[in-house]
Antibody, heavy 120, light 110 residues
């Protein structure tokens, strides 16, 4: 059974760095893309970008480019989302999602979400 | 503002059939299949419909999807109280080279 288990809630101050993770199990990690989706408090879903764990190629939405980095560690089937200088506006729940295979690539499995709170 | 437009709210009574809409004026996005996700209160979203009208294994046949041109719909028949949730449509955007979501529809079961 496919599972995406994410890291726990984080409370950070503006300017701090953070890396959250998404640990995959129940399937071949390198065979499926992983995306990250943001949900700000009381708001809708926003696609941030995706990573291909097989070769770590990354595509990040222009809305998030230059503010986050995405990476993956094949050896432990984990994907990461990282910030080097958090802002209060980064306060949100972040979901990792697995893409289905070609040709649909829809999001077939979701992690439980990681709540990130940025406050001084 | 989302490039996929969904009404912010909808409602129905138990047993009724409701239809949730998702539309775009962007023919680029409108030419791609639509997927639907449901988010129960306090939980992560879950896949409901993919490729316009395909149900994943385990999803009730009370849920059905359709698409015509640049508009898509999600129909929920035999409405139940546990269907109260936020429903999001999503599609691939060739210009963005990424995925876009609608703003979501909050469904209330009266």
């Amino acid at each position: 059974e496919v599972h995406l288990v994410q890291s726990g809630a984080e409370v950070k101050k503006p300017g701090e760095s953070l890396r959250i993770f998404c640990k995959a199990s129940g399937y071949t990690f390198t065979a499926y893309w992983i995306s990250w989706v943001r949900q700000m408090p009381g708001k809708g879903l926003e696609w941030m970008g995706r990573i291909d764990p097989s070769g770590s190629s990354v595509t990040i939405s222009p809305s998030f480019q230059s503010h986050v980095t995405m990476s993956a560690d094949k050896s432990i089937s984990a994907a990461y989302l990282q910030w080097s200088g958090l802002k209060a506006s980064d306060t949100a729940i972040y979901y990792c999602v697995r893409h289905a295979e070609f040709p649909t690539y829809h999001f077939d499995y979701w992690g439980q979400g990681s709540l990130v709170t940025v406050s001084s | 503002q989302s490039v996929l437009t969904q009404p912010p709210s909808a409602s129905g009574t138990p047993g009724q059939t409701v239809s949730l809409s998702c539309s775009t004026t962007d023919t680029n996005i409108g030419s791609n299949p639509v997927n639907w996700y449901r988010q129960l209160p306090g939980t992560a979203p879950k896949l409901l419909i993919f490729s316009n009208n395909q149900r994943p294994s385990g999803v009730s046949d009370r849920f059905s999807g359709s698409k015509s041109g640049t508009s898509a719909s999600l129909a929920i028949s035999g409405l139940q109280s546990e269907d109260e949730a936020d429903y999001y449509c999503s599609a691939w955007d060739d210009s963005l080279n990424g995925w876009v979501f609608g703003g979501g529809t909050k469904l209330t079961v009266l």
